[in-house]
């Protein structure tokens, strides 16, 4: 068998293992687009505040893909895959045969669309070489924006913040992390996020970037101005996945996949970001752009590869599992944090302590679908098992789900019965 996984990164460094373990004597070729070996995306801000040093940003050396006998295309892109003919189309012209491929190809991130968007020191962060362009561009600089309420932008601001400039970010929404949060528990984030050097304004958006040369200043849809030295943009992600277009896989936001991780083109599977598969907790598809969910799709689908039927293993769902740390603020959401607020099925439970301890958990039908731990983020993974188990009977120890000392041992005999395979 030929297999050709496309994506260097979480999803088809996972794949590259579970695949190579699975069939020894496979023929896999790995493609990417950026050069290089594997290094993580999510260090990426760290590496930008100084806190890693960029050595500690690869996952792995040239050695490991020698070790496992993958033959390593870097440095070009796949742009097509022929019809009726499992055929790989790369951007140097090479034509790749494949028996089974994993599209691996992650995500990008948005960018705005405003005058001046395109300017010198307009950045994106989602590469190694994007984390080292910002890192020149805020030697010597005071001032920056960072416009987007989300996770990664505000990993952005935190690394200029650390690196000693004043930050202002632009934010549309009324809320920070408006997809993952209902608005009580990302006000007590904003609350807690208040601190000399960082300034939010909510429900303002980026009308066009200034500059002679280079962006020197943002001006927003209410005529503010705020001069600067350089712009991150932290405006979600897109799906890589323009490069399918007419190849009988079928795209929603990301490839569409089933259980198996199977697109709808016979011999052809998607892992990561650059995907669509089921969410355990909302229960339908989407795409949860994150490590953890990449990891495991890409496990799964390596293992599907291999096997005779190319459907060995079924994978249980994503995810959303999303985490900030930044000073003393500790945040951990899992799930449907925030569900539709006319729907009866769903039912929140919260306990607050001031703005030190908040903790939310959201049942759906009596089943817990979503959780948010602000402050004492301990008994995340308590919570975390429960939603994974979508076992029900919970919801009358709601008020034990939300004490600070829930762990498992408090609850070892109802948890060991919830969390026993089926
Ligand atoms: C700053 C930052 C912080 C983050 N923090 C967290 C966090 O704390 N927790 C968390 O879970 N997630 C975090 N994430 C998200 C996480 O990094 C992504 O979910 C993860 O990288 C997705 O992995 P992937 O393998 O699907 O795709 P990617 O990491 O996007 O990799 C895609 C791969 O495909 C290649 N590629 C793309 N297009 C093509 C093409 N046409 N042809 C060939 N190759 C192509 C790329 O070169 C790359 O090798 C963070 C992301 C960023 C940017």
Redesign the pocket.
């Known amino acids: 068998m030929r297999y050709v996984i ?7 460094l996972a794949a590259v293992e579970s695949l190579r373990a699975a069939a020894p004597g496979a023929e896999i070729t790995l ?4 050069e290089g070996p ?1 290094y993580s ?2 260090l ?2 760290c590496y930008l505040a100084g806190q890693v040093p960029e050595e500690r940003l690869f996952l792995v050396d040239e050695g490991f893909y020698r070790s496992r006998n993958v033959e390593t295309l870097f440095g ?4 097509g895959l022929a019809a009726g003919e499992n055929l790989l189309l790369l951007s140097d012209g090479t034509q790749l045969a494949f028996d089974r491929l994993l599209v ?4 990008s991130p948005q960018r705005l669309t405003v005058p001046g968007a395109d300017l010198p020191r307009v950045f994106t ?2 590469t190694r070489a994007d984390a080292e362009a910002i890192r020149q561009a805020a030697r010597g600089a005071q001032r920056a924006v960072v416009v987007g309420g989300g ?2 932008a505000l ?2 601001a935190e690394a200029l913040c650390a690196l000693g400039l004043a930050v202002t970010m632009v934010v549309s929404s009324p809320r920070l992390l408006s997809q993952l949060l209902d608005p009580a528990t990302a006000d007590l984030v904003l609350h807690r996020l208040e601190q000399p050097g960082l300034t939010v304004l909510l429900r303002e958006n980026v009308a066009e970037i200034q500059g002679d040369g280079r962006a020197a200043q943002v001006v927003t849809d209410r005529g503010r101005e705020l001069p600067c030295d350089l712009v991150v943009v932290g405006k979600g992600v897109r799906p ?1 996945v323009e ?1 399918l277009g007419g190849s009988g896989v079928a795209v929603n936001r990301g490839a569409l996949v089933d259980e198996r991780l199977r697109t709808s083109r016979p011999g052809v599977y998607a ?4 995907a669509e598969t089921w969410d355990a907790a909302w229960e339908e598809r989407r795409v949860n ?6 990891v495991e799709q ?1 496990r799964v689908a390596g293992l599907n590869l291999a096997s005779p039927s190319g459907a060995s293993l079924a994978y249980p769902g994503s995810l959303a ?3 900030l740390h930044w000073g003393d603020l500790s945040l951990i959401a899992v799930g449907c944090v925030h569900p539709p607020a006319d729907d009866p099925r769903y039912r929140v439970y919260t306990r607050q302590d001031g703005d030190r301890f908040y903790r939310r958990l959201v049942f759906r039908e009596g089943r817990l679908v979503g959780a948010a731990l602000l402050g004492d983020v301990r008994g995340a993974g308590v919570l975390r098992s429960l939603i994974r188990s979508a076992a029900g009977g919970w919801e009358e120890r709601a008020a034990d789900l939300l004490s600070p000392s829930l762990s498992y041992g408090r609850l070892y005999r109802h948890l060991a019965a919830a969390l026993r395979p089926a």
């Not at 493609?31 to 950026?34: G, L, M, S, T």
């Not at 070009?76 to 742009?79: D, H, K, L």
């Not at 752009?289 to 990449?294: D, E, K, M, Q, T």
């Open positions: 496309v994506g260097n990164s979480a999803a088809g493609v990417a687009a950026e594997a995306r999510v990426t801000s070009r892109a796949a742009v691996a190809t992650g995500a962060l989602r996770m990664v990993k952005a890589n490069w892992a990561g970001d650059a752009a994150l490590w953890s969910n990449a890409g599992e999303n985490s």
